[in-house]
Every structure is written in structure tokens, then in C-alpha cells.
């Protein structure tokens, strides 16, 4: 090859080495820079198109940055009137300053799209810019607790808003010209926003009136009050069955402000246990809320069903239902005269609720009078016990001793029936307001270790023994009782049963860490502080340490009060 053939294939290969060294240079620089913080394109639509997955929010412009949104504007505190999603309203706590956005579950692992919008106090032209890009995008991966900052801002004016995301469902109640609420019906407004209305088959937004008073006993001197709300219609008078939160559809509910137990869940966890030991049982069934009463955060509320005929499935002509609401002869250790209307010492007749006569007790009667008289009539009281749920009655026994739930050995209870005056009717036990027991007293725990169950030395009367039923019950081995709460417990507090250790403190650890998690226990706090402990860990060891002692002593005490003359031979 001559020398000038070697020069143009020197020059060629250098000017393609040239233009690689280009090219990857560029491509260098390329992949090293800054991402861009706004994405030209839209990215794809969800392939399920509902009114919560849309592409772009109708006020969300992204127009002008976050960041000098507010130059050339004044602020405006009042700008804002309403912050919506999805066309529904936002819940806005005054105080805090701060909206909360309920979103679903599935929205903290998919990018699920929230419409936002928002309405002025004037008829304005209104934008909304995120600090963090939504908008451009308004689906996106939801966080448990995150706060998310924006402005609102029109032409010449601007508002600062924050918005926090949680999984917690929150609830608003206005009352008509923002009165209190007391024992006596007040007119209101709620708004509850549903974020798993698709799981649970329920409207994804709820707004109705209604009536609302407090409700309790020893509840209404708390700080923090439960409330009874009646769902109405417009004129506050008509009824209106709703289901709220995937729970049954009525117009009847309680707000349970679940102020006396520092954990916020020993109810909830007592009824889901009742609920799941047998297919009979049919406790009230409630969900957390967060609510905002009259513009301003109130608390953590265990939104449940009510018991009554239709919790129960009772018949609708011939039931009854009885509660115990106090402790005069509800323990069956006394009986005072003949029952003549709705009252008849500490028990009340709440269905029917007209006409209640001596009659509409039936043979209640006879059931208390047979266990306070059974010393002297034994044969009467074990005859009077064909007419009780002999599995009820074994459940509750071990639903009362392995939680020493005090306050429900005779009262916060209810007896019903679907025929009271037949020779066959038969009562059931059901528990309400299940917030005293799991190592507590009355609303302070016992933190001494030798108040622990597995260090006393007697139990004989552990609180729940002077219930005079069970305990007459089981004493006299009433068709064979003592074998059959043996053997019960064998079955509930096996591995994996309802009743075992490990299941219970698992129920525990979950809703806490849904406490947690969604804010909740935080927020509450913050409210309450002196409903609530300062430190959540040193609470919920205690609580372990107890349910571990008392379990071991449960075990002890079930074979104490189950061994028959025969096992003692």
C-alpha cells in the first residue's frame, strides 16, 4: 500500500474514533445531569377509568413553580373555602390548619388518581401548584401520614395549604349554628369520606343529616365525649338507613370515644374476639374514625353498630332484648319484686320499646329468681338453666376470666330472647363497652408486678366470680358445664385459635401499628394528653407481661373450677 493510501485510511479511522469519543460524550453528560423535575409528557391513563383514577386535576395547571408562585400575589388566609378531591370535600381541622385526605389502602402500593379541585370564598379563577410534582400528575403513590404543602393562588392572591394523606377514615360534624352537644338532640351535618369504598361496597362519599347527643354514664363526665348519632333526612326527622364504612345499613350509630383505655382498643379487640369465637355471636362491629366537630379536631372514635334487634337477628313480633346497665341484681345474686314495666332493678327492656309490660319479660324472671334462690333450690336453678345457650354461657365465662373484664360480669350486657313466655325460649348473652379488663382498673393500669394475676396468691374472687350465673353454672356442673368449658378453652386457646396468646397479642400489635402508622395515635395524643400515656412502648409491654401472666394463671384456674368429683378421685 502507498503512502498516500495510508494517509486517507489514517484519516478516516481517526475521524470515526473521533466521532465515537463524540458520541459517548454526550451520552455521558446525558446520564450524569440532574433528572428534570417536570415531565413534559402525561404518563399513561390507568386502564381502570373511574372518578378516582383521572389523569389531570381540572385546577391543577402547573403553569407557574411552586417555588415562585407567590411572587407579585399578596396571601390571602381566606382565599380558600373548600379543598376537594375527587369532587368530594376534604376534611379541614381549623386549629391545626391542616386538611386530611382519607385515601384507600391499595393507593399506598398503586398510583391511584385524586382529582383535586378547589373553591374560593369569591368567584374566582383559582389554581392549585404542589410542592412535590403532582401538578402535572394527578395520580400518584399515596403515603400513610405524609403531608403534602401547596398554594392556591389566583391572579393577584395566594393561600398556603397542607394536606395530610392517612388511611384512617375521617368523619365531620357540624351542628346547626355550631352549638354544643349534650344530652338532648342537637341538628347537624356529617360528611364521611369512604377510601375503601370499592373493598367494602359502600359509596366512596356519605353526606346526611342527623341528630346527635352524647351518650354514657360514667362516660359523660370524661373530657372526651361519646356521641349516639341518628342518621336523618332533610327534616331531621325521617329516618335514613345508610352503610357506612362496609358496616351494616342503618341510621342508628355510636361514637365510641374510647377515652378511658390508653390503648384505644381494648373494646375493639374484646368484640372482634366475642364476634369470632362462634358463628352465633353477633356483638356490634365498629370501624376507627378520626372526627372534626364544628371545624376542630376531636379524636379517635370507634364508629359501631349499636346492639339491638336487628344486630341480634332477633324476631321482629316476639323478642325482647334486655340490658344491664347497672349492677342491682344484674349479677343474678338478688332478685326485688315482679317486674311490671321497662324497668326492673338495673335491667331495661330497649325492645320492644312500647307496651312493655310484666309480660314482656316472659321467663327472665324465673332465670334470675331460680340463681339468686339456687342455695336453697338447686334442683329449680339447674331445671331454669334449660332456658340459657349452654355454649353461650361457656364462651362468656372464658371471654370474662381470660380478659377480667369486670365492668361486663353483670353489667354492659344485654339478654334477649326471640320468645320470652315460651316454655322453650332460650336467652343469650351479648357484651357491650368492653374498655375495662387486659390489666386495667378503671382507666389506670396496674403497673406493680405483684398486682399482676400470676403473682397473687388468691384468686377466688377475681372480679368475675360474683357473677353468680357462671359461677353458679359451673359449681353445680350444670349438663356438664365444667367438661365443656375444659374443652372449650382446649379448643379457643390452642395454637392458632381465637383465644391463644399469640393470637391476641398479634390483634394488639396490629392495630397499633394501624395507629401509628396512619397518624392517628399521634393526632390523639395531641388532643388527649392526658387520656393517653406518654410513653406507648412501656404500655403495650405492660400489657404483654400481663396477658402472659394472666394466661398462666388462666390455665391453672381452668382446671381448678373444671375438675369433677370423678377427676378428684
Known amino acids: 500500500m502507498d503512502k498516500k493510501r495510508k494517509l486517507i485510511l489514517g484519516l478516516c479511522i481517526a475521524v470515526v474514533l473521533l466521532s465515537l469519543v463524540a458520541v459517548?460524550?454526550?451520552?455521558?453528560?446525558?446520564?450524569?445531569?440532574?433528572?428534570?423535575?417536570v415531565i413534559e409528557e402525561p404518563l399513561p391513563e390507568p386502564e381502570e377509568t373511574d372518578p378516582a383514577t383521572v389523569i389531570r386535576s381540572p385546577r391543577i395547571t402547573g403553569e407557574e413553580p411552586y417555588g415562585t408562585v407567590k411572587e407579585g400575589r399578596k396571601e390571602n388566609r381566606e382565599l380558600i373555602q373548600t379543598l376537594t378531591a375527587d369532587g368530594y370535600p376534604i376534611a379541614y381541622d381549623k386549629k391545626s390548619d391542616q386538611y386530611y385526605l382519607s385515601v384507600s389502602e391499595r393507593s399506598l402500593t398503586e398510583k391511584t388518581g385524586i382529582a383535586f379541585d378547589v373553591i374560593g370564598t369569591e368567584e374566582e379563577d383559582l389554581s392549585i401548584v404542589f410542592q412535590d410534582p403532582i401538578d402535572r400528575y394527578s395520580y400518584f403513590i399515596a403515603e400513610n401520614n405524609r403531608a403534602y404543602r401547596l398554594t392556591v393562588y389566583s391572579d393577584t392572591e395566594y393561600q398556603d395549604?397542607?394536606?395530610?394523606?392517612?388511611?384512617?377514615?375521617?368523619?365531620?360534624?357540624?351542628?346547626?349554628?355550631?352549638?354544643?352537644?349534650?344530652?338532648?338532640n342537637v341538628n347537624c351535618t356529617i360528611t364521611l369520606r369512604n377510601a375503601n369504598w370499592k373493598e367494602n361496597g359502600t359509596a366512596p362519599f356519605t353526606e346526611s343529616y342527623a341528630n346527635i347527643h352524647t351518650r354514657g354514664a360514667s362516660a359523660a363526665g370524661f373530657p372526651k365525649k361519646a356521641y349516639k348519632l341518628n342518621l336523618r333526612e332533610e327534616d331531621y326527622e325521617t329516618p335514613r338507613d345508610v352503610s357506612l364504612l362496609g358496616l351494616r345499613s342503618d341510621n342508628d350509630w355510636v361514637l365510641d370515644a374510647l377515652y378511658i383505655d390508653h390503648t384505644r382498643m381494648h373494646n375493639k379487640i374484646a368484640t372482634e374476639i366475642w364476634n369470632e369465637m362462634s358463628d352465633q355471636n353477633k356483638a356490634s362491629q365498629g370501624r376507627y374514625v378520626e372526627v372534626i366537630l364544628n371545624g376542630n379536631y376531636a379524636g379517635l372514635y370507634d364508629l359501631i353498630e349499636p346492639v339491638d334487634r336487628k344486630q341480634l337477628g332477633l324476631d321482629k313480633e316476639n323478642s325482647v332484648l334486655i340490658k344491664a346497665t347497672n349492677w342491682e341484681g344484674t349479677l343474678f345474686d338478688k332478685y326485688n319484686g315482679f317486674p311490671q314495666g321497662a324497668a326492673w332493678m338495673d335491667f331495661e327492656v330497649v325492645y320492644p320499646k312500647e307496651n312493655v309490660t310484666g309480660k314482656t319479660w316472659g321467663i327472665f324472671y324465673d332465670l334470675v329468681e331460680a340463681t339468686a334462690e339456687s342455695d336453697d333450690f338447686p334442683q329449680y336453678f339447674k331445671d331454669a338453666t334449660a332456658n340459657f345457650d349452654h355454649q353461650n354461657l361457656t364462651?362468656?365465662?372464658?371471654?370474662?376470666?381470660?380478659?377480667?373484664?369486670?365492668?361486663?360480669?353483670?353489667?354492659?350486657?344485654?339478654?334477649?330472647?326471640?320468645?320470652?313466655?315460651?316454655?322453650?325460649?332460650?336467652?343469650?348473652?351479648?357484651?357491650?363497652?368492653?374498655?375495662?379488663?387486659?390489666?386495667?382498673?378503671?382507666?389506670?393500669?396496674?403497673?406493680?408486678?405483684l398486682d399482676l394475676p400470676c403473682f397473687r396468691d388468691d384468686y377466688e374472687n377475681d372480679y368475675i366470680d360474683d357473677f353468680r350465673l357462671l359461677q353458679q353454672y359451673l359449681e353445680r356442673d350444670v349438663n356438664g358445664a365444667k367438661k365443656t368449658v375444659l374443652n372449650r378453652?382446649?379448643?379457643?386457646s390452642a395454637q392458632g385459635g381465637v383465644l391463644s396468646l399469640e393470637s391476641v397479642l398479634n390483634r394488639f400489635e396490629t392495630h397499633r401499628a394501624y395507629l401509628e402508622e396512619t397518624g392517628a395515635w399521634e393526632r390523639e395524643t395531641n388532643c388527649w394528653p392526658k387520656g393517653m400515656v406518654e410513653d406507648p412502648d412501656e404500655e403495650f409491654e405492660y400489657l404483654e407481661e400481663w396477658m402472659i401472666g394472666r394466661y398462666e394463671w388462666m390455665e391453672e384456674r381452668v382446671a381448678e373450677v373444671t375438675q369433677t368429683e370423678e377427676d378428684a378421685e
Open 24 to 37: 459517548a460524550t454526550v451520552l455521558c453528560v446525558h446520564w450524569t445531569s440532574e433528572p428534570q423535575n
Open 395 to 449: 364462651d362468656y365465662w372464658l371471654f370474662l376470666t381470660a380478659f377480667s373484664l369486670r365492668d361486663n360480669r353483670g353489667k354492659n350486657l344485654y339478654w334477649s330472647a326471640n320468645d320470652p313466655n315460651a316454655d322453650d325460649a332460650v336467652f343469650t348473652v351479648t357484651p357491650w363497652d368492653c374498655d375495662i379488663g387486659f390489666g386495667y382498673r378503671y382507666g389506670k393500669n396496674e403497673t406493680s408486678v
Open 161 to 184: 395549604a397542607l394536606i395530610v394523606t392517612t388511611t384512617m377514615p375521617f368523619m365531620t360534624i357540624n351542628t346547626e349554628k355550631k352549638v354544643g352537644i349534650g344530652s338532648s
Open 489 to 492: 378453652w382446649k379448643e379457643l
